[in-house]
């Protein structure tokens, strides 16, 4: 492998392993505010060990993400020095607003969250809950920003030639509000929400199979549940906004989502199939005809760009793109599917007697997960050959001094370390739920709350 597919490598390999993380974070500060907002409403202190479990299990996932995030700032400088000298400006600028907005907030409230339970007011106590969830939001939406403005850049100007060329921002809310930021901020905060919910229903299902800590269970799956339906709607639109921002701002992108070729009205949406690039065709494809078009346009007259209209060297990898994304969509709508079964099953009475449903709920915790991951594939895969989109291509962000072989050494030794904290987080996850809260069962509900 040549320079270039390494590094991509590598620095895809650490993102991956980052982003199992902060969609935990994120979406399990949702589940912790509203834990914590009914201990407040009913005195219940059920409510209250319920939450201290969970924030249990969100600073592991905090620390790891901390940990395994902090490599990816150094592989900016090392194997992308070309584009960090290019971008310094912009890219900075939203890293250094996630550093004072959201990670000193995140994380100096959540010192508070984690050992103040004894020192600080229970209204003291949930605003810091409060704080370390919305830190940990404010902290994707900067990240997202800076991502955005790769994907569609806005707000700024070229100063210098050559080498010394770089982007200076010149109106510093559009370079933030940039074309598809808000879109793809929303979709991601919603994968993110989906993420901890479901990891918190998979865990009450677990001990409900298990018939251990039942109450805790059947209570932690009930708003987990309103969380994940909410969530999983909210991200079936927040993704068709998002694919016609790119229908409008990266065709090249849609054309490989949808293996369209040639430019056309009446554009079809496919089901399934395997893409034949050589050939320009789907194999084994099963497509509803006029609904791409229809989707993004509100009419089957809607005309939809082919790759064709692209030089070869402009256009994206397909079949990759065009996998990923179906199995995004795919993975999205069963989790619809998954949420509504769970509440529909909850508003007859049966939810927690459905033993086939409760199996379901434990494996479904993968499929947030696996969801982001190729979500990250169709937008980074999707706007290749560039880094920044009509302006740099990947192959020219590149370190001018870096060498194959230190590369693939760091590789290496990044891809094990990776591993073994993956194991030590499994670990580690798997001995809280194994020790399981602290017997919240036992705890009598002062307002008369049945246990079960």
Same mark, same amino acid.
């Given at each position: 492998?040549?320079?270039?597919?390494?590094?991509?490598?590598?620095?895809?390999?650490?993102?991956?392993?980052?982003?199992?993380?902060?969609?935990?974070?994120?979406?399990?500060?949702?589940?912790?505010?509203?834990?914590?907002?009914?201990?407040?409403?009913?005195?219940?202190?059920?409510?209250?060990?319920?939450?201290?479990?969970?924030?249990?299990?969100?600073?592991?996932?905090?620390?790891?993400?901390?940990?395994?995030?902090?490599?990816?700032?150094?592989?900016?400088?090392?194997?992308?020095?070309?584009?960090?000298?290019?971008?310094?400006?912009?890219?900075?600028?939203?890293?250094?607003?996630?550093?004072?907005?959201?990670?000193?907030?995140?994380?100096?409230?959540?010192?508070?969250?984690?050992?103040?339970?004894?020192?600080v007011g229970p209204r003291m106590?949930?605003?810091?809950?409060?704080?370390?969830?919305?830190?940990?939001?404010?902290?994707?939406?900067?990240?997202?920003?800076?991502?955005?403005?790769?994907?569609?850049?806005?707000?700024?100007?070229?100063?210098?030639?050559?080498?010394?060329?770089?982007?200076?921002?010149?109106?510093?809310?559009?370079?933030?509000?940039?074309?598809?930021?808000?879109?793809?901020?929303?979709?991601?905060?919603?994968?993110?929400?989906?993420?901890?919910?479901?990891?918190?229903i998979s865990v009450g299902a677990?001990?409900?199979?298990?018939?251990?800590?039942?109450?805790?269970?059947?209570?932690?799956?009930?708003?987990?549940?309103?969380?994940?339906?909410?969530?999983?709607?909210?991200?079936?639109?927040?993704?068709?906004?998002?694919?016609?921002?790119?229908?409008?701002?990266?065709?090249?992108?849609?054309?490989?989502?949808?293996?369209?070729?040639?430019?056309?009205?009446?554009? &079809?949406?496919?089901?399934?199939?395997? /893409? !034949?690039?050589?050939? @320009?065709?789907?194999?084994?494809? *099963? #497509? %509803?005809?006029? +609904?791409?078009?229809?989707?993004?346009?509100?009419?089957?007259?809607?005309?939809?760009?082919?790759?064709?209209?692209? &030089?070869?060297?402009?256009?994206?990898? /397909? !079949?990759?793109?065009? @996998?990923?994304?179906?199995?995004? *969509? #795919? %993975?999205?709508? +069963?989790?619809?599917?998954?949420?509504?079964?769970?509440?529909?099953?909850?508003?007859?009475?049966?939810?927690?007697?459905?033993?086939?449903?409760?199996?379901?709920?434990?494996?479904?915790?993968?499929?947030?997960?696996?969801?982001?991951? %190729?979500?990250?594939?169709?937008?980074?895969?999707?706007?290749?050959?560039?880094?920044?989109?009509?302006?740099?291509?990947?192959?020219?962000?590149?370190?001018?001094?870096?060498?194959?072989?230190?590369?693939?050494?760091?590789?290496?030794?990044?891809?094990? %370390?990776?591993?073994?904290?993956?194991?030590?987080?499994?670990?580690?996850?798997?001995?809280?739920?194994?020790?399981?809260?602290?017997?919240?069962?036992?705890?009598?509900?002062?307002?008369?709350?049945?246990?079960?």
């Amino acid at each position: 492998m040549d320079l270039e597919i390494l590094s991509r490598l590598q620095f895809a390999i650490t993102i991956a392993f980052h982003y199992i993380y902060p969609p935990l974070s994120i979406g399990l500060g949702i589940v912790m505010v509203v834990m914590e907002g009914m201990y407040l409403k009913t005195k219940d202190k059920f409510y209250e060990n319920m939450t201290k479990f969970w924030v249990k299990v969100f600073a592991l996932t905090f620390a790891i993400g901390v940990a395994s995030g902090i490599v990816m700032e150094f592989e900016f400088g090392t194997n992308w020095a070309t584009y960090s000298r290019f971008v310094g400006d912009v890219f900075g600028s939203a890293l250094a607003a996630e550093g004072i907005f959201a990670f000193f907030l995140e994380s100096g409230f959540l010192a508070v969250l984690v050992f103040g339970w004894d020192k600080v007011g229970p209204r003291m106590h949930f605003f810091s809950t409060l704080m370390v969830a919305l830190g940990s939001m404010f902290s994707a939406i900067w990240i997202v920003v800076a991502n955005s403005w790769m994907q569609t850049p806005a707000g700024f100007k070229i100063v210098g030639e050559g080498i010394n060329a770089r982007a200076e921002i010149t109106d510093f809310w559009a370079m933030v509000f940039n074309p598809s930021s808000v879109d793809r901020l929303l979709h991601t905060l919603s994968g993110c929400w989906l993420a901890g919910s479901f990891l918190v229903i998979s865990v009450g299902a677990y001990y409900l199979i298990k018939n251990k800590h039942t109450r805790f269970a059947k209570s932690s799956i009930k708003i987990a549940l309103v969380i994940a339906f909410i969530s999983s709607l909210f991200q079936l639109f927040t993704g068709h906004q998002s694919a016609v921002g790119v229908a409008k701002n990266q065709p090249a992108k849609l054309a490989a989502m949808e293996a369209i070729f040639e430019t056309q009205t009446n554009a &079809p949406l496919y089901l399934f199939g395997w /893409v !034949n690039e050589n050939n @320009q065709e789907v194999k084994f494809g *099963v #497509a %509803i005809p006029s +609904l791409l078009s229809y989707l993004i346009g509100f009419s089957a007259d809607t005309k939809v760009k082919g790759l064709n209209e692209f &030089p070869k060297d402009e256009r994206p990898p /397909v !079949n990759i793109v065009f @996998q990923a994304y179906h199995l995004m *969509v #795919a %993975i999205g709508f +069963l989790l619809i599917l998954i949420s509504s079964l769970g509440i529909f099953y909850w508003l007859k009475g049966t939810l927690f007697g459905k033993k086939w449903l409760l199996k379901i709920f434990v494996i479904s915790v993968l499929l947030p997960q696996i969801a982001n991951q %190729i979500g990250w594939i169709v937008a980074e895969v999707g706007r290749q050959p560039w880094i920044v989109y009509g302006i740099m291509k990947t192959s020219e962000g590149l370190s001018k001094a870096v060498q194959e072989g230190q590369v693939w050494f760091s590789l290496i030794l990044f891809t094990l %370390i990776y591993i073994g904290l993956f194991i030590l987080f499994l670990f580690l996850l798997n001995e809280k739920i194994k020790h399981g809260p602290e017997d919240v069962d036992s705890i009598p509900s002062e307002l008369g709350h049945p246990k079960a």
